[in-house]
Structure formats: structure tokens, C-alpha cells
């Protein structure tokens, strides 16, 4: 490996233990904080599926949030260095999770659907392109072993006269 390590270091809390422990699958909560020195508290559990609590996030979320904000973060970089100049940047990420028949399971895929808007004069090919050098670049689509795809919108503002 070359070039720099990277640590990070998150603290989880679990915050379900209603009074019984584990005695049952009913018995506790999947509560949880995540947290890291100098941030706010990220209240978790899982999905309510698996019995968790829908008002707090799921790692599931935390996921597809992960891969939607690191494509993000890359492209308005790329755009940046590239002369395009966004002025808006907004994603409906969806992630698709296959559960198994043992309770296990694993994702097949996410999709993230970024609508972009740039300013009048931009170019919009070179802008709608950026994206899948935003995807070659990000750390997070880089880690996980499923497909990460993108089917992105590119807008121009109108000129202002």
C-alpha cells in the first residue's frame, strides 16, 4: 500500500438493556450511540424488521448514507478542479439487502440517483461525466463487494439577465 493510513475510531454504546439482558430475543432493545470525540451522538438500532426502533438509524442506512455522501465528496472536488461550478446537490440513494433463509444476509447492490445542478455556462457532459470518475475515486464504493451504480440527473441553471 502506498501513500497514507487512515484510522478511525468510533465508540458504540448499546443502550437496550431494559433490565433482563439477553434472557430473550424479546427481552432487549437493539438501542445503540455511536459517537465520536467532538460529534453528535448518532442514535442507532437496527431495522425495524429485526425488531429495531424506526425513529433511530439502522447500519443498513448508515451504509448506503456512507457510499451516497463519499460519491459526493469526490465529485464536487472533481467539479471544483474541473471548472464546473455546482450550485446544488441533492441524492435518493437506495441499497438493496438480500436476507438468507439462516437469518444472515448480504447486499446486492445500491444505486445512487444524484440531481445536480449547475451553474449557466457549465458544461453539462463534462459535469454529468464526472460521476464515474467520482465512483472510481470513492473509498467506500472501493471497500464493499457489491455493485455501486449511479444514474445521475445534471441540471444548468437558467442565465440571469
Known amino acids: 500500500m502506498s501513500g497514507h493510513e487512515h484510522r478511525y475510531t468510533v465508540a458504540l454504546k448499546w443502550t437496550g ?91 446486492t447492490r445500491v444505486v445512487l440517483r444524484p440531481r445536480v445542478t449547475i451553474a449557466a455556462g457549465c458544461d453539462r457532459e463534462k459535469a454529468h461525466a464526472l460521476h464515474h470518475e467520482a465512483h472510481a475515486k470513492c473509498f467506500i464504493a472501493n471497500s464493499v463487494n457489491f455493485p455501486v451504480t449511479h444514474e445521475p440527473t445534471t441540471l444548468v441553471e437558467t442565465a440571469r439577465t
Do not use: Q
Not at 437493539?30 to 429485526?50: M, N, T
Not at 438509524?57 to 464546473?84: I, Q
Open 17 to 107: 438493556n431494559t433490565g433482563a439482558g439477553t434472557a430473550s430475543y424479546r427481552a432487549y432493545e437493539r438501542a445503540h450511540e455511536l459517537s465520536v470525540e467532538g460529534k453528535p451522538v448518532i442514535p442507532g438500532s437496527s431495522d425495524p424488521a429485526f425488531r429495531g426502533d424506526p425513529k433511530r438509524w439502522n447500519p443498513e442506512e448508515l451504509l448506503v448514507a456512507s457510499l451516497s455522501a463519499c460519491h459526493k465528496l469526490w465529485y464536487l472536488h472533481l467539479c471544483s478542479a474541473a471548472g464546473v461550478v455546482v450550485t446544488d446537490y441533492v441524492d435518493a440513494a437506495e441499497g438493496v439487502m438480500a436476507e438468507e433463509a439462516d437469518g444472515g444476509g448480504h447486499f
